[in-house]
């Protein structure tokens, strides 16, 4: 009898997905805010988690662009809001505990309803169908369009490269979905190479689509705690668990 691990597979729009998804290829540009907690707090209540606070009253929250490339999903883009919280049961605060918290995917907009699909299916992300205008200069700008409504864009100015062996090794990490009233829990490694960092480096531009309104209720736009971007991202991702 074999003792091998079965392997998990996904039927998505009549093609199969063979556990975990590998992406080879991929471009990033995130920035990093510290907003009020509480203000956090209210806008991720519906997930019953609760945000990871780095000082008594401000909780952080990442803004990302991923442009995907070659991967087991196809090439797209993809934005994402993501708030760090507490894993549940752990109350870890401060930034010495940052490396505990997970990631709560609140917004997720994409460019391709095939990873539309398998977003929502496989791993739970509230994934919508948006549109993408992308401006590759100095500095790097995007805008995300919903429905017709201005959401969100980003200007990003050069940041200064941080050598490979700071950002070679492999990272794991943890994000959180909540949709259809079901909490899940995604574990990923990711590697990276052509990492560029700075403070602050980002303006953020708000339209008049929810998201953006969400968005301005945390104090956005604001001075970004930092930015970076990432030439290459190499990342696998497993199935989601179920969290009761």
Avoid: C
């Amino acid at each position: 009898m074999s003792d091998a691990t079965p392997v998990s597979q996904h039927n998505v729009l009549g093609t199969v997905l063979t556990m975990p998804v590998q992406i080879r290829t991929a471009e990033q540009h995130m920035a990093m805010f510290s907003v009020d907690a509480d203000a956090a707090q209210r806008m991720v209540d519906y997930s019953g988690l609760r945000v990871y606070r780095h000082r008594p009253h401000r909780a952080l929250v990442v803004l990302m662009l991923m442009h995907y490339i070659d991967g087991d999903l196809g090439p797209y883009l993809e934005y994402g809001t993501n708030v760090m919280v507490n894993r549940p049961g752990s109350q870890a605060s401060g930034l010495r505990g940052l490396g505990s918290a997970g990631a709560l995917v609140h917004h997720l907009p994409v460019d391709g309803e095939f990873t539309l699909q398998a977003g929502r299916q496989i791993w739970g992300y509230p994934k919508v169908l948006a549109d993408f205008t992308l401006r590759d200069g100095k500095p790097f700008s995007f805008d995300v369009t919903i429905d017709g409504q201005s959401a969100v864009g980003m200007d990003f100015k050069p940041g200064l490269a941080v050598p490979s062996r700071f950002t070679a090794k492999p990272q794991v990490q943890s994000t959180f979905s909540h949709l259809d009233g079901v909490l899940r829990e995604t574990e990923g490694q990711m590697r990276l190479s052509g990492v560029r960092y700075r403070p602050g480096g980002v303006t953020v531009r708000l339209g008049e689509h929810p998201y953006a309104k969400e968005l301005a209720a945390l104090g956005l736009p604001k001075r970004a705690m930092l930015s970076s971007s990432v030439r290459n991202v190499q990342m696998t991702f497993a199935d989601a668990k179920e969290i009761s």
